[in-house]
């Protein structure tokens, strides 16, 4: 059952599963599994056979077991030359899939023309025991092993254990899936659920202070040096010292991202700029990060000096000695938050130092359901296909969940938790498409493609109940905004302390060090994308790897591009923030005209109260706020915020300009094209230019005023001045306001439409745009 919340295929809608097999909306359940539909699995685990009978002269047998379910059909691997041969597998059917009454587990013995049957085992479903978790393991049993005709075979005992279970058993995830039987032993890996973590990431910074004694190849001429540091491929340069001489000085910091476990070293050479596109090394020092001191705050860490190895050619030989100095002042800043994401939804901003963790709020925990109606994203045998799976990421933990061959209507059914240390943090969860399913090298240059994507805030979630709703999967492409499908999802947040995640709202959003000592703007970019490359090479190495595209989308590396689209968008919103400002404007210039003669009559009242007693004023102001607050809590939002298209401006895009959007970085593009791109640029930097413009002259006009610029504008102001001093002196405060909100609220019969006398004059004041070129 979904119910649209709201007009249009891009809207949220809200569903009504049967959350751990009961029915429910909304209501707080507490049992393991309650965020998912239950699924029923038939397992069957292969311990180990023995005794098995040799089936040929050699008296060996290479053994493998097959385990048949109706139409479906899983096997072990199989050994060489053994007769007791152990396996330690499990196999899951699908109940909703079966379509026999007999299980049927047969040992056979693997041959290159035709394998030999040793034996079977079969099984009643209807006799089969059903498990749930937190029972224990079910114990497997030996079995005589059976000949075609059902009688016992001569020696053969296989060891299984057979269960009804659900997907919250603990073999679940490492289990062979009946709906994997079309991919290849090789590619099995690629579709298992995993939980990753991310590496722990630290700021090495290098604050470089000075050199000494260098000995550089030419005497006669004054050295530009500057100091070049590497970490991995991350290379850094501090400016040419201004010393020219042979002890030269910089105090410049550095910052690197370094990831533990620590694999690089950090290499710091001096060099000497001799040419234009030359440079000389003077020496060079190799550090070892697990000898760097890690810093917690902002209290300087102790100095060291460094000893340069300057490699020289010597008779053939190659020699190392120790020609000069380097003073340097290295730690990795635990203090820091490494932003591997966009800080607008960060899901992590905590510091790297656990010592300054603080204790957590509360859980999350998310139910991945199904999907509904997912496009085709590749051909397979001449139809469209879509083998899906999703990646939910919160803090340092990412989820993937198995994938679903071959189905446009997935059901995971698998829930996951995380720890919640901050309210004000987002929840990314996507869905892609598997497209490593073959393994090996067929898969190689192969890419798991992205299906769309959702984010939801946790601030905007009420604690302790269950959000259960399908989600638009919505991508944007050269030809547009495209729907690929819906997500069903259920999401909970549970708070263990109301009045800690109550106090974190006064909290800074990010660690102090961020506050004490702030990283530039410029410094936050180019650190969080050698993040997001670590993080991404280091998931890329697990098994199954987190592909490198699917981690760089999850965590949005490419928003910072350009975009003519975000331009669009932001403008509008920055509008619809100030319309309720221009809303209110709008309503006082009614009231001073009179359109509403009671209400204006009514707001002179109430302003004539609030002179007369002004120590209402603000008490007035924070009860209307209290009021219009109360108010608003009938209409307040039922459901989370997702992807909206409108706010996008994606549907109204034109599609040069969503061609510009994915352009690739430097342009592909023909050179025409690029020079209307940069034609129409120009023009809308020109309107911004003027309105920038408008608003300096503005300020400026304002500075003239006292600036004498215009020496009779001055002398008139300055006039006005005095006489206002002596005025207001005289005059009692309240007098003065009231005459001046009864001047501003006078009827329309005393006004009339030419401007004002102070506009004039501060319109005709100079400002410095005579003097532009």
């Known amino acids: 059952m979904q119910r649209p919340l709201g007009p249009g295929e891009f809207s949220l809608k809200e569903t009504s599963p049967l959350l751990g097999g009961v029915a429910r909306a909304g209501d707080k359940l507490t049992s393991t599994y309650d965020l998912v539909e239950q699924m029923q699995y038939l397992y069957v685990r292969v311990v180990k056979a023995k005794d098995l009978p040799a089936m040929d002269l050699t008296g060996k047998c290479d053994p493998y077991v097959e385990v048949k379910m109706g139409n479906y059909k899983g096997t072990t691997r199989h050994f060489e030359k053994k007769t007791n041969p152990e396996w330690n597998q499990v196999f899951a059917f ?62 053969g005992e296989l060891m299984l254990a057979v269960w009804f279970g659900t997907q919250a058993d603990e073999v679940f995830a490492e289990a062979w899936h009946s709906d994997a039987a079309t991919v290849p032993g090789d590619g099995l890996a690629n579709i298992r659920s995993k939980v990753y973590l991310t590496p722990k990431l630290w700021y090495v910074r290098v604050n470089v202070i000075e050199a000494q004694d260098l000995i550089p190849s030419d005497k006669n001429r004054f050295p530009e040096v500057y100091v070049k540091a590497m970490l991995g491929n991350q290379i850094l340069r501090t400016r040419i010292s201004p010393s020219r001489n042979v002890n030269p000085m910089w105090n ?10 620590f694999e690089e070293h950090l290499i710091l050479s001096v060099e000497d700029r001799v040419a234009p596109n030359k440079d000389e090394s003077l020496g060079k020092t190799t550090i070892p990060l697990q000898s760097i001191p890690r810093r917690l705050d902002h209290k300087p860490v102790s100095t060291k000096w460094y000893n340069l190895e300057k490699h020289v050619i010597m008779e053939g030989e190659k020699e190392k000695k120790f020609s000069s100095r380097l003073h340097l002042r290295i730690c990795l800043d635990g203090g ?120 939801i805030r946790l601030s905007t979630l009420e604690t302790d109940r269950v959000y259960t709703h399908s989600y638009p999967l919505i991508v944007l492409l050269p030809s547009g905004v495209k729907k690929m499908g819906e997500v069903q ?21 990010l660690p102090k060090m961020h506050y004490l000592h702030p990283l530039s703007v410029m410094q936050l970019d180019l650190l969080r994308h ?199 002196y005289i005059t009692p405060f309240s007098v003065v306001c009231l005459l001046t909100g009864l001047y501003v609220l006078r009827h329309p019969r005393f006004r009339h439409k030419l401007p004002s006398v102070p506009l004039n004059f501060f319109r005709r004041l100079p400002a410095r745009t005579d003097s532009m070129l």
């Open 530 to 728: 050698q993040s997001t490359q670590i993080v991404s090479m280091r998931l890329s190495r697990a098994e199954p790897p987190l592909r490198k595209e699917v981690v760089e989308y999850m965590l949005d590396m490419d928003s910072h591009m350009w975009s003519m689209r975000k331009s669009k968008a932001n403008f509008y919103r920055i509008m619809g923030v100030f319309n309720p400002l221009i809303a209110v404007i709008k309503w006082f210039d009614q009231i001073c005209h009179w359109k509403n003669p009671l209400t204006t009559i009514l707001i002179h009242v109430l302003f004539v109260i609030l002179v007369l007693y002004p120590e209402l004023i603000l008490p007035t102001i924070f009860l209307y706020l209290f009021l219009i607050g109360v108010w608003y809590y009938r209409w307040r939002p039922r459901q989370p915020p997702h992807m909206d298209t409108k706010l996008s401006h994606a549907e109204a895009s034109h599609p040069d300009e969503l061609d510009e959007e994915f352009d690739s970085f430097p342009t592909s593009r023909p050179p025409d094209i690029v020079r209307m791109r940069y034609d129409r640029l120009r023009s809308v930097a020109g309107k911004i230019q003027t309105v920038v413009g408008d608003i300096a002259t503005q300020g400026e006009r304002l500075q003239s005023l006292l600036s004498w610029r215009d020496p009779r504008a001055t002398a008139l102001f300055v006039t006005f001045c005095l006489i206002a001093a002596i005025v207001l």
């Open 489 to 509: 999802l259920a999401v909970r947040f549970t708070c263990s302390s109301l009045l800690n995640m109550m106090h974190m709202y006064s909290q800074p959003l």
């Open 252 to 261: 410049e910091d550095i910052l690197f991202v370094a990831a533990e476990p």
């Open 94 to 155: 699908s109940r909703e899939r079966i379509q026999s009454t007999t299980l049927e587990v047969i040992v056979k013995d693997k041959d290159f023309v035709k394998d030999d049957f040793i034996g079977r085992v079969m099984f009643e479903l209807n006799e089969i025991p059903k498990r749930v978790p937190p029972d224990s393991p079910l114990a497997p049993q030996w079995y005589r092993l059976e000949d075609k005709k059902g009688d016992k075979v001569k020696g």
């Open 336 to 455: 820091y938050h490494v932003l591997d994401e966009s800080t607008h939804y960060s899901s992590d901003l905590r510091p790297t130092a656990k010592q300054l963790w603080k204790q957590s709020i509360g859980v999350l925990e998310l139910g991945i359901l199904n999907a509904q109606g997912l496009l085709p994203m590749k051909t397979k045998d001449g139809r469209g296909t879509t083998d899906a799976y999703c990646v939910a990421k919160y803090g340092q933990k990412w989820v993937r969940t198995r994938t679903i061959i071959d189905s446009f209507t997935p059901k995971w059914n698998e829930q996951y938790t995380w720890e919640v240390y901050d309210p004000c943090t987002v929840i990314t969860i996507g869905v892609f498409d598997n497209g490593h399913l073959q393994g090996g090298e067929k898969a190689a240059g192969a890419r798991d493609n992205r299906i769309g994507k959702v984010r």
